[in-house]
């Protein structure tokens, strides 16, 4: 099994890409020390990069979701939700036949920050919710006018 990882920082501060096999199975907002960088990881920062310079709005690169069949499920909802938009965990919910509540759970289980975008998910009253990575709603929040602004 071959392992690389790379950080790099960008305006909402450092991500981290961890490729096992080929295959992107982490994206999170943090730095690692300990980095070896290949060329899939250089095209995911490349790609990222384009993204926060609202050259592109959808990654290409490949990654391998880990979860379970529930995750999985919720995740693929999730990634149908086009840039700059927003739906609610409720809405989620109604799409996976999951609870909202434990839509929120899963949004927080989320490896593939960016990718899978569950920045994208709120409340249906309009508030944030939660988010998982370093920053936390401050950081949900920044995305969201980020991706709003560059329509």
Not at 40 to 60: A, G, P, S
Not at 72 to 97: D, G, M, P, R
Request: net charge positive; hydrophobic share 35%.
């Amino acid at each position: 099994m071959s392992t690389f990882q790379l950080s790099f920082k960008t305006e909402l501060g450092f991500v981290s890409v961890m490729e096992v096999d080929g295959y992107i199975t982490d994206i999170a907002f943090k730095k690692i020390s300990k980095q070896k960088s290949s060329p899939q990881l250089l095209k995911v920062k490349n790609q990222i990069k384009q993204f926060l310079n609202r050259k592109i709005k959808k990654f290409t690169f490949k990654t391998k979701t880990i979860g379970s069949k529930t995750q999985l499920k919720v995740w693929n909802e999730i990634k149908k939700i086009n840039y700059a938009k927003t739906v609610s965990y409720n809405f989620i919910s109604k799409k996976t036949k999951i609870h909202p509540r434990h839509v929120g759970r899963i949004c927080g289980q989320n490896r593939l920050l960016l990718f899978i975008p569950c920045h994208r998910v709120i409340r249906s009253s309009g508030l944030m919710g939660g988010f998982s990575a370093k920053g936390g709603v401050n950081l949900k929040n920044k995305i969201l006018k980020f991706e709003k602004l560059n329509k």
